[in-house]
Structures are given as C-alpha cells and as structure tokens.
C-alpha cells in the first residue's frame, strides 16, 4: 500500500513538473506570437473566446493567457468584456490536455516511449542554446506527462480493494454533489486541473470509479481552478479583480449547468464513443465547456456590466495599472508599465502645455506637482522588478525601450518643477514664441501619446529649437549690450533657452521610445 500511495504521489508530481516545464517552454517560444494574436484578433467576445481557445491550445496553461489578457486590459490593449471573451475560449483550450493523455497516454501508451525522449530533451537543453534548450525543455515536459501518468496508473493498483463504487458516494444526487466537492478539493491541493483530470482518468480505467462519478469529479476540478486566480488576484488591480471575478463566475455557471445533465449526458457519451469511458470523459469535459460558451456569448455584456458591479473601481490614479501580480509575465508586465507611462506623460505633457500655452494657468501644473514624484517612484520600483529571460531579444528591448522612456519622463518632470525659467519664457517677448509652440505640441501629445505623428511633429519642432538656439541666445546678449536686459538676465535667458531645448528632446524621446 505504501509504495502504491508513493507511486501515485510521484506520479502528480511528475505529471504537474512536466505541465509546468512544458508550458514555461510553449511561452518562451510562441510568446510574440500568442502576445501579436490576443491584441489583433480580439475584436468581440465571439473572436475573443475563439482566440484564447486557440492560444490555450498552444501554450498549454489558461494561467499564462488570463495574465496576458490581464496586462492588455490593464494597459487598454483590450475592453473588459473582449477580455471575458478569452475566459470563455481559454476553458475550452485548456482540454486539449485531457484529449492529448487520452489518446496517446492510455491508447499508445507512451511511458516507456518518453524515457527516450527524455534522454534527448537532457541532451539538448546540455548541449545546445537559445530555441533548441527551450524546445530540449518542451520535450522534457512532455516526458514527463506521460511518465507521471503511467506511475499514477501503477500506484491506483493499492486501490482497488477499497476504493470502489459501494465505499464512495453513490449515483445520486447527494452523492454527485460530494463528488464535486472532491473534485473541487483535489483542484485546490494540486493547483493544477489538468493534472486532476489526469487523476480522474486514471481512477476511472482502473475501475475505481464510473463514468458519472469521474465526470462530477471533472466539473468540481473547472470550478476548483478558479481559485488560483482568485488568490493571485490579493492586493491586485480593479481590471485584474475583476477578470478573476468574471472567471470564477463562469466556471460555476458551466460547472452547475453541467452537473444537472451529468446523469443523461455521461452515458450518452459513452455510447457515442463505442464504450470508450476515458474518451467518453474527455468528450464530456469539452462539450460543457464549449456548451458554456454558446450560453455565454449572447450574454456578455449584462455579464460584463454584472462583474463590474460586484467589483467596482477605486478612485483613479497615475499607477493604477501597476499590478505586482503582472509581473510573472514579463510582456504583461512592460504593457502595464507602458500604460502607467502614457498616463503619467499625458498628465505631465497637458498640465505644462497648459502653463506655456497663452493662459498661462499654472494650477494644472500646481496640483500634479504632488503627484507626480511617487507615480515616478512607483514606476520606476515596477520598472527594476521586470525579469526578463536570457535571449528573449524582443521582451529585452522592449524594457531597454521602457526604462529609456522613463528616464526622459522623470527629466522632463524634474524641468517641470523649474518654475522660475517657465515664467521667464512666458514674459520674455522673445521667447514666448517658440515657448507657445511648444506648449501646443505638448497638450497635442498628450492626446495621443503613442501615435507616430506624435513623435515626428516633436522630432521636427526639437530640431528648430535647436537650430534657433544660437540665435536666441545672441539675441539675448545683443539686448544686454542695448542695455535693455542686465547681465545677470543674459544668464537667466540663455537658461531659459536651453530648458526649452532639453524639454522638447525629452518630450520627443518619451513619444519615440512608446512607438
């Protein structure tokens, strides 16, 4: 009994270290690809579910989706209700895994065929880099899948003395119910549904449990996985509240809706597979989850405008989208980061073009001023905490981007808090000028701060400050020797004149590094 209880606890270890290997590696290389499919084909709920069943399917984990979609809501990337879309799809993509144990684990029976697909995944993750270590990865999860479901067929065997039909809860409605609740504990313990599913097979073609009980099981195990996403979502953000709210309430919808046709559609089931419970199971997980979708998918937007009820929004700030939980996905992470920067640079750019436009109004600028250092502060705290792995060249240029943008928002920020030289530029007759267009050209970016004709009107208006600045500064000593300015005032408006040059190539690298 021991060595069977070890043997099918160390086959859901091996099975959940392979689910996890295997997804890390998936990630790694189709994360461009799964980041570019979320933002463009997401253009409705219906596209949406269609999408994040397709990108579950690929990188194997609904997790690694739901942070994803997560960030690009954070970010705006996506609406709430185009993000409950994903959720739908993502529930479907994720039983892909109990279809690709089924008919190669328990048909093929591919144990003992992944202990040499093992040694190669060791050689290549030994010997090679770059995308053959992370395909030597893949490989190795996938070893390791079936390996750790042949050991928790091995260790079943202690089982079948005791755990039979007449010892657990019968095929009643009670007893449906605690299986459930089983399902939804062993969801909760293993932190992981695929690998329960897994369970729920092996148990059902040992003969522990029949085809109704597995499937109960199997409905308790969707409802179970919705809380990781209710912990992850501690302390997080109102979007990120509020998706895993819209999670954990579909999932029970679909679950409940299933579990009241368990007792018809099991059997029927079985019937259409010729007998085959393990395929029949399977069929039964998918078909409720894309059952789900279609009952969904009419009703998202009361669904939608429901959860943001449940969850409603706090008061805004500059760093709202700053969710630590983001940060386990570094593309998620840097798109909450670029969205927290935009909003600091809109409020940073309107409220000085503001104060150099012709009003003058120096409040906006006066009552960010407070706000405006620890939104720096957050972001840059954010900012450092980003990972990025080793030869991942597209996330590692997009922080060396991100980082190189906030060092020109926090000094453009500091030439912000000169107040004296901005005065100066709105008194001096000459300068005032140029000072006006390039108050126009702030309050403009701050409109649409990632639009490219954004940074090529700043490109061009840097480019005639810089070519006027010797003449502005002569300008200024021709009027000492006027005696019309002081020497002292030479100082002062050379300085200005340099502020409005240094600010306006500040201004033009934030709107070139969003691009």
Same mark, same amino acid.
């Given at each position: 009994m021991t060595q069977n209880l070890l043997l099918l606890a160390g086959g859901i270890g091996l099975y959940i270290?392979?689910? $996890?290997?295997?997804?890390?590696?998936?990630?790694?290389?189709?994360?461009? $690809?799964?980041?570019?499919?979320?933002?463009?084909?997401?253009?409705?709920?219906?596209?949406? +579910?269609?999408?994040?069943?397709?990108?579950?399917? =690929?990188?194997?984990?609904?997790?690694? /989706?739901? /942070?994803?979609?997560?960030?690009?809501?954070?970010?705006?990337?996506?609406?709430?209700?185009? +993000?409950?879309?994903?959720?739908?799809?993502?529930?479907?993509g994720t039983t892909i895994t109990g279809w690709m144990v089924v008919l190669l684990g328990v048909k093929l029976q591919l144990g003992m065929a992944a202990l040499p697909m093992l040694l190669a995944a060791a050689l290549l993750r030994a010997l090679a880099g770059g995308a053959w270590a992370r395909a030597g990865? #893949?490989?190795?999860?996938?070893? !390791?899948i079936f390996l750790g479901f042949d050991l928790m067929q091995q260790g079943t065997g202690?089982?079948?003395?005791?755990?039979?039909?007449?010892?657990?809860?019968?095929?009643?409605?009670? &007893?449906?119910?605690?299986?459930?609740? @089983?399902g939804i504990g062993v969801t909760l313990v293993i932190q992981s549904s695929s690998a329960g =599913?897994?369970?729920?097979?092996?148990?059902?073609?040992?003969?522990? @449990?029949? #085809?109704?009980q597995a499937a109960a099981m199997v409905i308790g195990m969707d409802i179970g996985t919705t809380f990781k996403s209710l912990i992850a979502t501690i302390g997080g953000s109102r979007d990120m509240r509020r998706t895993a709210m819209a999670h954990v309430a579909y999932n029970v919808v679909t679950g409940l809706a299933a579990f009241a046709v368990v007792g018809w559609a099991a059997p029927a089931l079985a019937m259409l597979? &010729?007998?085959?419970?393990?395929?029949?199971?399977?069929?039964?997980?998918?078909?409720?989850?894309?059952?789900? /979708?279609?009952?969904? !998918?009419? #009703?998202?937007?009361?669904?939608?405008? *429901? @959860?943001?009820?449940? =969850?409603?929004?706090?008061?805004?700030?500059?760093?709202?989208?700053?969710?630590?939980?983001l940060l386990a996905d570094p593309g998620a992470a840097l798109d909450a980061a670029g969205a927290a920067t935009d909003a600091i640079a809109s409020a940073l750019c309107t409220a000085l073009g503001t104060r150099l436009g012709p009003t003058g109004d120096t409040a906006p600028l006066d009552e960010l001023a407070p706000l405006l250092q620890p939104a720096l502060d957050d972001l840059e705290s954010f900012l450092t905490r980003?990972? =990025?792995?080793?030869?991942?060249?597209?996330?590692?240029?997009?922080?060396?981007?991100?980082?190189?943008?906030?060092?020109?928002?926090?000094?453009?920020?500091?030439? +912000?808090? $000169?107040?004296?030289? @901005?005065?100066?530029?709105?008194?001096?007759?000459? *300068?005032?000028?140029?000072?006006?267009?390039?108050?126009?050209? *702030?309050?403009?970016?701050?409109?649409?701060?990632?639009?490219?004709?954004?940074?090529?009107?700043?490109?061009?208006?840097?480019?005639?400050?810089?070519?006027?600045?010797?003449?502005?500064?002569?300008?200024? #000593? !021709?009027?000492?020797?006027?005696?019309?300015?002081?020497?002292?005032?030479?100082f002062d408006l050379t300085d200005a004149s340099r502020w409005l040059t240094r600010s306006a190539h500040h201004a033009e690298r934030i709107a070139h590094y969003a691009l």
């Open positions: 270290l392979g689910m $996890q290997m295997m997804t890390d590696a998936l990630r790694q290389l189709a994360s461009r $690809q799964l980041r570019e499919a979320l933002r463009r084909f997401t253009t409705s709920p219906l596209s949406g +579910a269609v999408t994040g069943a397709a990108a579950t399917a =690929v990188v194997q984990s609904s997790s690694a /989706v739901l /942070v994803t979609t997560i960030g690009f809501v954070g970010a705006g990337l996506l609406t709430f209700p185009q +993000a409950i879309g994903i959720i739908y799809g993502a529930n479907v990865t #893949l490989l190795a999860g996938f070893s !390791l202690a089982f079948e003395t005791w755990l039979v039909f007449d010892r657990l809860p019968g095929d009643t409605l009670a &007893g449906r119910l605690a299986l459930l609740g @089983i =599913v897994a369970m729920a097979l092996v148990l059902l073609t040992s003969g522990a @449990i029949s #085809l109704p597979t &010729g007998g085959d419970a393990p395929a029949a199971l399977v069929a039964f997980h998918t078909a409720f989850n894309l059952l789900g /979708v279609m009952l969904m !998918l009419p #009703l998202t937007a009361p669904f939608a405008r *429901l @959860i943001e009820r449940l =969850v409603p929004g706090r008061s805004p700030s500059l760093t709202q989208k700053l969710d630590p939980a980003i990972r =990025v792995a080793e030869g991942d060249a597209a996330t590692l240029a997009r922080r060396s981007a991100a980082l190189h943008r906030f060092d020109h928002l926090q000094r453009l920020a500091h030439r +912000a808090a $000169q107040t004296d030289r @901005i005065a100066l530029l709105a008194r001096d007759p000459v *300068l005032r000028r140029p000072a006006y267009a390039f108050g126009a050209a *702030l309050t403009r970016a701050a409109q649409a701060p990632r639009d490219p004709a954004t940074a090529r009107q700043l490109a061009r208006l840097e480019a005639t400050l810089l070519h006027r600045a010797h003449r502005l500064r002569r300008s200024a #000593l !021709l009027r000492e020797h006027a005696g019309l300015v002081s020497p002292e005032g030479v």
